[in-house]
C-alpha cells in the first residue's frame, strides 16, 4: 500500500512557476513509477509527464514538453513536477499517482495509487 500526498500547488500568474511536491508513504516508493495527470474543471483527467523507477527515464505529454519536469529523490520518497513558463490552460488540479506493473505509463489505469490532488491556477 501506498499513499501520496501532494503539496506546492497555489496561484501564479502567466509565466510564472511552481514545484509540485509529492510525498509517498511506504519502504517499496523505489520500485514505482510515479506520474503526474492534471484535471481542468468539466474535463477529462489526463496525462502530464511520468518518470521511471530509477529516475533515468521520462516522458511528458506534447502540451507540457520544455516547460515541465519530473523528477524523484528515492531517498525521500517524494517525485517533484517543475512547472515553467505557465499558462492559463495549465490551470487544474494536478494529481500524483504510482504504478509497478512497468517502466512507466501515459494511461491512467496503468496507476495503482493517486494522491487526493493540489489546485493550480494561472491567471492570464
Known amino acids: 500500500q501506498v499513499q501520496l500526498v501532494e503539496s506546492g500547488g497555489g496561484l501564479v500568474q502567466t509565466g510564472g512557476s511552481l514545484r509540485l511536491s509529492c510525498a509517498a508513504s511506504?519502504?517499496?516508493?523505489?520500485?514505482?513509477?510515479m506520474g503526474w495527470f492534471r484535471q481542468a474543471p468539466g474535463k477529462e483527467r489526463e496525462f502530464v509527464a511520468a518518470?521511471?523507477?530509477?529516475?533515468?527515464?521520462?516522458y511528458y505529454a506534447d502540451s507540457v514538453k520544455g516547460r515541465f519536469a519530473i523528477s524523484r529523490d528515492n531517498a525521500k520518497n517524494t517525485v517533484y513536477l517543475r512547472m515553467n513558463s505557465l499558462k492559463p490552460e495549465d490551470t487544474a488540479v494536478y494529481y500524483c499517482?504510482?504504478?509497478?506493473?512497468?517502466?512507466?505509463?501515459?494511461?491512467?489505469?496503468?496507476?495503482?495509487?493517486w494522491g487526493q490532488g493540489t489546485q493550480v491556477t494561472v491567471s492570464s
Open positions: 499517482a504510482a504504478g509497478r506493473r512497468g517502466s512507466m505509463s501515459t494511461s491512467s489505469t496503468f496507476y495503482d495509487y
Open positions: 518518470i521511471n523507477w530509477s529516475g533515468d527515464s521520462e
Open positions: 511506504g519502504r517499496t516508493f523505489s520500485s514505482y513509477a
